[in-house]
Structures are given as structure tokens and as C-alpha cells.
């Protein structure tokens, strides 16, 4: 626990370059538009210094604690740090009670707690009774989901900002900042390509300070010459790039050809069931520095796609691979992308669902003005009642068979046929049962035929 001091060693050459670097107010902050941006909920709360208790939840090198000290520069608050690690209960009631007192004086007191959610819920109710009468102003920080990992009595008493994994663009910027500010690199002739300012930004996956520590690398193993005017010229190259990052530049732009093209690979190796080609392009794609997220979507869709209920639990896995990628990132989410993978290429196919879909879609944009049949349509009023809304409409689950002889398709498309079950994996259970059910829809409509001819 610590009174944290931001400008103290601001300008000390011997800090790391993230740490020389951090930003000191809104205007040099990057990325988080969406919270900080001109307008936006959370500027309006620092500018106006009226924060409230909040939570910042979002990946690593994000911003988390920049903006904890951002507010901690810009508030007339007492700003306190504490540790997961080194914070007792003890420690953290003495703290209260000090911030009680200053509350009595008409001070308040932002108390920030650094990936909050490795306290203990013992540490953690130890803030819950002052942060409700208002003692304190507690900012928490963390990379995991709030909602599993904070006690729901602290975590309902606090806003939680979704900080998002900065872009490439936002990444190159900070390098280039870097390299601009003598801060950072500013007082030397730094020169390094776009080229490799691309692939670092690639390479940071979204986090600042992976980017800016490998920065500090890469200029650190740089060739250095002389000019014609004597003065040190640092030239960063490819291959410093890849010995400090212990990887070659991929061919990849997650916004040009290649990007489609990787993707393209991945989908139609598991199609093709397969699995070690699959493997390869997932790779290929997340060495690149691709969004797992983005990978995690594909793959996802590809399990109802071509895999569909020849296979349910492809989508099962899918999504859960999904969760975990949202949940824990790269590189640790790596694993559970190659499980779902694997298990899709594996998997029996079957594109009934997507065969279905899009003959149903043509139907419906060209048949989009085809009243709901009156039986299935709801009744809440008794206006619609009266206009016979529901009128025919027989309750499955009252059946015998649990089956309704009633029409669900508009008039004009009676018999359509959007469903055809294919043969692989689980799929033949689906088609008997879709069969049984069509037989015995025949049977019912012919004999309620003959009892009207009749």
C-alpha cells in the first residue's frame, strides 16, 4: 500500500520505456474511445472530477492503471494504491478508518486496488461497508470478468468500464509517439521502417506495454553509425525485429488480402476435415498477431455451418472455445482454439443449417408480405379474439403424440420443404424423426380429409 506519485521519477532515463512513457493526461492517452473519447461517460468524469467507484475490466497493457493515475493527477482526492500481494485485512481497515476521518474533514479518499480480483473475499468486504456510506472512492483494475471474480455486494456498488485490446493502429501510434517524445527516444536519431513498426504492432497483440518493451529492445540491439554531422544514427531493422522477438515477420495484414486469404485456408481445411492443415492456418493466423476473438467468431459459424446437427456439440465446444478466448486472451487461449478446431475438422459435415436458412430467406424476402396464419397468431386482447387471432390453435403438449394437426406456414407456401437432413454423424436421427413427424402430418391432414367428405 502506497501514496502513488506519478511525476516523481518522470524525466529518470534509467525507468523502462512503458513506464517513461505513460501517459500523463486524457489528451496523450490511446485508445478506449469509447470510454474516453471527447463526450464520452468516463472523460466527462475525470474532467468534471466526479468519479464515482468504478471497476476497469479489459486484457493487459490496455490502460487500466494509466487511467487510475490520470484520475490520481486530476483529483483534490488522497489517492492510495494497495497490493493483492503485500495488503493485509489489518492493513486495509486501518486505511478505512483514516479515510473516515477524512471524510469527517470534508476530504475524499480514491483508494485503487491493482487487479482486485486476487484479493480474497475477506480483503474485499473489508472495503464494502465504506465504499457504501461513501468513505472512500474504490477503482479497481482486472484483467478477469468482473462478474466471477469481485463479490457481487462490492461489484453492484461500482461501474464497470470495458476496456477494450487496443487495434494495430492504435499500438503503431504509441511506437511512433515513443519515438517522437524525448521521453522516450525523441532526443535520438531513431529511424525505423513502417514495415517493422507493422509488424511490431502485430506483434504487441493489442498490448501497450509488450509493444513498448519490445521497442526499447529492439533500439537497444540496434546498429548504430555516425553521420555526416557526427551525430549517433540508430537504424532498427526486420532483424531486429525478429531476434527480439525470437520470430520471423509473417506475411499478414488483418485488414488486406492475406487476412481473407488465412481465413479462407482455415475454413475449408476443416471442411475438408483436415485437421493438421487447420492447425497450421490457425497457427499461421495467431503468430501473425490476428484477433483470437475474430478467429473464435469463424470457427463458431463454421460449426453450425458445415458441421450442424450432424454433430451438435461442434457448436457446443465452438462457443465455449468463444468464452474462453474472451475471457483469458492470447497467448493462453491458443489451446482452446486448436480443441475446437481439431473437433470441426473432425467432426461428421453437414450444411442442412445454412441449406435451410438461405432457402428460407429467399421465401421470405420474396413472400414478405404473407399474413401470420391465424391460428398461431397471438391473442392478448380481446379485440383480437374477436377477430379470431389464435382461433384454431391446438396446444402440443395436450396431444396424444404431442403433435398439432395445424398449418404454421402462410397459405401460399404450404409444403415447403427448408430442412433436408443429410446422412453423416447424428444427423439420420434428425431425418427419422423429421420423417416420422411429415408421415404422420400426412396421415392426420388425409383423415381429417375423409371426416369432411365425409
Known sequence: MGQISIF????????????????????????QQHLVGEGKVLRNLIERDSISSMIFWGPPGVGKTTLAQIIAAGTNAQFITFSAVTSGIKEIKNVMQQADRMTALGARTIVFVDEIHRFNKAQQDAFLPFVEKGSIILIGATTENPSFEVNGALLSRCKVFVLHQLSQEDIAQLVRNALNDPRGFGDQDVRIGEDVISALSSFANGDA??????????????????????????????????QCTSRKSLLYDKQGEEHYNLISALHKSMRNSDADAAVYWLARMLESGEDPMYIARRVTRFAAEDVGLADPRALELSVAAFQACHLIGMPECSVHLTEAVIYNALAPKSNAMEVAYMQAAKDANEHIAEPVPLQIRNAPTRLMKELDYGKGYVYAHDTEDKIADMECLPDNLRGRQYYHPGDQGFEPRFRDRYEAIKKWRREHRSDQNDKTEK
Open 8 to 31: 516523481e521519477t518522470e524525466n529518470n532515463s534509467t525507468q523502462p520505456l512503458a513506464a517513461r512513457m505513460r501517459p500523463r493526461n486524457l489528451s496523450e492517452f490511446v485508445g
Open 209 to 242: 506495454r509488450t509493444a513498448l518493451s519490445t521497442l526499447e529492445m529492439m533500439v537497444l540491439n540496434a546498429d548504430r553509425t555516425t553521420d555526416e554531422n557526427g551525430r549517433e544514427v540508430i537504424t532498427v531493422t526486420t532483424e531486429d525485429f525478429e
